[in-house]
Antibody
C-alpha cells in the first residue's frame, strides 16, 4: 500500500524559500504523476502543480513564477520549492499521487503545516 | 480553465437523511475528469468518486455521483455519523491543470 509523507520546515521567514519533500513508501515513484496541494487556514484546496516521475511538470498558472517541482527517483521522493514566500503562503501542504489521464488524486500524505512568519 | 461552484455552502441534515451536493462547472467539463473528495477536520482529503460516478476503493454504495450537462451531483443516500465532513469536487482539464470547488460542509442538524 503506497504511503506518502511530507517533510520540511514548519516555519519559514518572509521572502525566503519554502522547501518540502514527499517521501513515497510501499510503491515506486516511477511511471506516475505526483502533485502538491495546499490549504490555507480555514480555506479550500489549492493545486500547486504536478510532476511526472521522469521530470515533466505542470504548474498552477497563478503560482508558476514562484514554484519549482523536482523528482529524485533514487530516493523515491519528490519536492516542491516556493520562492519569495509571504504570509499568504501559510498553509497545510499535501502531496498526493495523481492518476493520469483522469486526473484524480487517489493517495494523499497527511499534510504538513508551514507558517510564514518572522 | 473551468471554475467549479459548489452549493450549498453548508448543508444541515440529520443522520439517516439524504444529502445532495452540487458542483457546477463554468463551462464544459467532462465527467470523465471530475472527482469528489471528503475531508474531515485535521485530515487529508480522501478520494470518494472519480470519473464522475465511479466509487473509489472502499467507498460505501450510499455514495453516488451523477451528471447533467455542466452540473455534477454527489448524493449520500442515508447519512451516517461519519459522513459529516466537507466535500470538494475537482476537475482536470485539457491543459492538465487541476481545479477544486470551494467545498460543501455537511453538518449535523
Amino acid at each position: 500500500q503506497v504511503q506518502l509523507q511530507e517533510s520540511g520546515p514548519g516555519l519559514v521567514n518572509p521572502s525566503e524559500t519554502l522547501s518540502l519533500t514527499c517521501s513515497i513508501s510501499g510503491g515506486s515513484i516511477n511511471n506516475y504523476y505526483w502533485t502538491w496541494i495546499r490549504q490555507s487556514p480555514g480555506k479550500g484546496l489549492e493545486w500547486l502543480g504536478h510532476i511526472y516521475s521522469r521530470g515533466s511538470t505542470i504548474y498552477n498558472p497563478s503560482l508558476r513564477s514562484r514554484l519549482t517541482l523536482s523528482v529524485d527517483m533514487s530516493k523515491n521522493e519528490f519536492s516542491v520549492k516556493v520562492n519569495s514566500v509571504t504570509a499568504t503562503d501559510t498553509a497545510v501542504y499535501y502531496c498526493a499521487r495523481l492518476q493520469f489521464p483522469r486526473g484524480y488524486m487517489d493517495v494523499w500524505g497527511r499534510g504538513t503545516t508551514v507558517t510564514v512568519s518572522s | 480553465e473551468a471554475v467549479l461552484t459548489q452549493s450549498p455552502g453548508t448543508l444541515s441534515l440529520s443522520p439517516g437523511e439524504r444529502a445532495t451536493l452540487s458542483c457546477r462547472a463554468s463551462h464544459g467539463v467532462s465527467s470523465a475528469y471530475l472527482a469528489w473528495y471528503q475531508q474531515k477536520p485535521g485530515q487529508a482529503p480522501r478520494l470518494l468518486m472519480y470519473g464522475g460516478s465511479t466509487r473509489a476503493t472502499g467507498i460505501p454504495d450510499r455514495f453516488s455521483g451523477s451528471e447533467s450537462g455542466t452540473d455534477f451531483t454527489l448524493t449520500i443516500s442515508r447519512l451516517e455519523p461519519e459522513d459529516f465532513a466537507i466535500y470538494y469536487c475537482q476537475q482536470y482539464d485539457s491543459s492538465l491543470s487541476v481545479t477544486f470547488g470551494g467545498g460543501t460542509k455537511v453538518e449535523i442538524k
